[in-house]
């Protein structure tokens, strides 16, 4: 068996120009661009690579960009204050606070702070306690991504018994409550799990999501199954999986490569939500 190779690229290619039309039909009666405020404390060099790779996104398809860039030496209440101040801001509809802050602030607390009806990053108390009672909110943007993958390569979900391996608030735990919603029956594993591979070996669809590479070999793999990675780790052979592809390649029906595959989605699904955070907020 050759397991059929999921294109993320080319889903978040799709995904980008659906944003992109969707603004265009938004702003066509005479509404405003939805706005998007990218908060960046400091100068750490890969932090200023993701947030400039976001604003590019924005200018991409039309979303407004509201970015802010605090010093180094901002204090927790001067931050605190920004998003504050975004919250308040009738122009903005996403508010993305760029993690991790320089050491001595608190990322968490200040998270919790962004309004939830602008918090595109779906990462608040308030956003993760709506989608643990499964109302409506805004959803983090890695897990949208893979569900997003899955309805686009007929990855039927109700009835499926669907592992995740990790169970982090930025991915593992709430596309378990994601995949619960779509009515797939939902194992979690993590570094307890007793018999990881044979817990594994049960599953339709496979999810790593722990930055462990190769974690996850061939014996982990049901035949026929569909495996998504989402861990991503840069090391001297390059960046690496959580899935030993070649050999769980041999197995799966439906596999994503690393990189291209969920790692393109995250963005895209970032500007979704944007929009769709402006649509409810124009409701």
Do not use: W
Not at 27 to 53: E, F, N, Q
Not at 133 to 140: D, E, N, S, Y
């Amino acid at each position: 068996m050759a397991a059929t190779i999921i294109d993320g690229r080319a889903e978040a290619k799709r995904v980008r120009a659906r944003v992109a039309s969707e603004i265009v039909e938004l702003t066509a009666g005479g509404a405003r661009a939805p706005g998007l405020a990218t908060i960046l404390v400091g100068d750490d060099p890969a932090s200023a690579i993701y947030v400039a790779s976001k604003r590019r996104g924005c200018a991409e398809v039309g979303i407004a960009d509201r970015h802010r860039h605090l010093p180094t030496s901002a204090t927790q209440e001067e931050v605190a204050a920004e998003i504050e101040a975004c919250n308040r801001d009738p122009e903005i509809d996403g508010i993305l606070l760029q993690l991790p802050v320089p050491a001595g602030l608190d990322g968490a607390a200040l998270t919790a702070l962004i309004a939830p009806e602008k918090d595109v990053d779906g990462l608040t108390p308030i956003s993760a306690g709506r989608l643990a009672q499964g109302t409506p909110g805004l959803r983090p943007c890695t897990p949208l991504g893979v569900l997003e993958l899955l309805d686009t390569y007929g990855v039927a979900l109700e009835g499926t018994e669907a592992v995740v391996v990790g169970r982090s608030d930025l991915v593992g735990r709430p596309l378990a409550a994601l995949l619960l919603e779509r009515n797939a029956t939902v194992t979690t594993c993590h570094s307890r799990t007793r018999e990881r591979a044979r817990v594994c070996a049960r599953a339709d669809l496979l999810v790593a999501a722990v930055g462990v590479p190769g974690l996850i070999g061939a014996d982990h793999v049901k035949p026929g199954a569909t495996v998504i990675d989402v861990g991503i780790t840069r090391t001297e052979q390059g960046l690496l999986g959580d899935v030993q592809f070649d050999a769980a390649a041999r197995r799966a029906r439906l596999i994503t490569p690393v990189p291209g595959g969920v790692g393109p989605m995250t963005p895209a699904m970032l500007l979704q939500n944007t929009v769709t955070a402006a649509r409810a907020r124009a409701r």
